[in-house]
């Protein structure tokens, strides 16, 4: 029989907050974190949810010396902080990292060589950090990252290659992402509004989340989730841009609710990826009605966040399991009027809903597309 998996602690650092608690108070009081930006590469100005330096350094301050880390690793070494606190390491846990870019800034500075930058050298640093024994695991998959992560999490687990494990994401707004956004001409000049008839592009954000998976039941308390079903289906349909039928997105959540044995009715709510991109949005829509999900309660948090790249799927994931936790859906920033073909029912206010299951879904550049299913332990 496969093991039952849970997520049974979680965190982030967001520029509405550096625990779970404020971000999701900030979330109730329709505040983003999106604000004009300026001095980043080829743009005078651009909106973005950047993370406060100096709230960084005096919060990092109180845990450890600051000398010798990036901002990037300041984040990520504040996310898994207070998850690790709480949990004994052993040689059968495992440290999962996920990002886009990782420490792409220090590419910036001539003193460093390209070494410097890898993933595998990033993840190294912070499990090294926190004494982890097991070779970290770098997932780096487009804007699925983050959510894969705990897809990936979750079969090592009930392979029995792992007891447990530690899930951490992070990725930041740097000239270089800055850049190569502004080149797709993919770059909102407002705020974005995903799903809206109005929209124009993505807003960048960064952030970083950790998760802690365990397959113990005894870690299962109550409001405690169980993910019970995962997909992860590439439809290769471009380099940048999303299948217009959503063809990956479709099997990736079929796939999942197929390994849950859960039928269309059970999901009380969708957490999309919704970049506010004329494509993306509209493949999602596509893909949720192919499978009979358009009158289930969906929405996105880039309005608040802006789209936070590798760390995004596993950022939202935290605050859907805080909604499921509340019984609350928060409305879809920047929405106000349907801006694809296909009906869906975005969150258009705050509201009180008995959450018992949820999908998280992320799509990304290549075709790459995750679902997962989640279940609150009563």
């Known amino acids: ?190 705020p974005c509004k995903p799903y809206d008839k109005e929209r124009t592009g993505v807003t960048l954000g960064e952030a970083a989340a950790a998760v802690y998976i365990s397959s113990d039941e005894k870690e299962a308390v109550a409001n405690s989730m169980k993910i019970i079903g995962d997909g992860a289906v590439n439809d290769a349909n471009h380099i940048s841009g999303p299948s217009r039928t959503g063809e990956g997105l479709y099997r990736s959540i079929a796939s999942a609710m197929s390994e849950a044995k859960i039928e269309k009715g059970k999901i009380d709510y969708i957490s999309a990826h919704g970049t506010a991109t004329l494509f993306n949005d509209e493949m999602e829509a596509i893909a949720f009605n192919r499978l009979s999900l358009e009158n289930t309660p969906v929405n996105s948090l880039k309005g608040y966040y802006g789209h936070t790249l590798g760390a995004s799927g596993l950022l939202e994931t935290v605050l859907a399991i805080e909604s499921a936790r509340r019984n609350q859906l928060i409305v879809s920033k920047g929405y106000n009027q349907s801006g694809v073909t296909q009906p869906i029912r975005i969150i258009t206010a705050n509201n009180s809903q008995e959450i018992n299951c949820f999908l998280k879904t992320a799509s990304g550049f290549g075709g790459c597309n995750t679902a997962v299913l989640f279940e609150k332990v009563n």
Request: hydrophobic share 45%; net charge negative; with cysteine.
């Open 1 to 190: 029989m496969m093991k039952n998996v849970y997520i049974t602690n979680t965190n982030c650092i967001t520029p509405l907050g550096f625990d779970v608690d404020s971000n999701w108070e900030a979330l109730l009081q329709g505040i983003s974190g999106i604000e004009k930006q300026n001095g980043f590469g080829p743009l005078e100005s651009f909106y973005a949810s950047v993370i406060d330096t100096h709230k960084l350094e005096a919060s990092f301050e109180q845990i450890s010396s600051g000398e010798g880390f990036t901002k990037l690793e300041k984040m990520l070494i504040l996310a898994l902080k207070p998850l690790i606190n709480n949990t004994i390491i052993t040689n059968r846990t495992a440290f999962l990292f996920s990002t886009t870019k990782g420490n792409i800034r220090l590419l910036e500075d001539g003193n460093n060589t390209v070494e410097a930058a890898y993933l595998s050298a990033l993840a190294k640093k912070i499990s090294t950090y926190f004494g982890f024994t097991t070779e970290p695991i770098v997932v780096s998959n487009a804007c699925v990252s983050g959510i894969l992560a705990i897809a990936i999490a979750k079969r090592m687990i009930q392979a029995g290659m792992y007891d447990n494990a530690f899930v951490v994401a992070a990725d930041e707004v740097s000239e270089f992402v800055v850049s190569g956004f502004n080149s797709f001409q993919a770059m909102s000049p407002e």
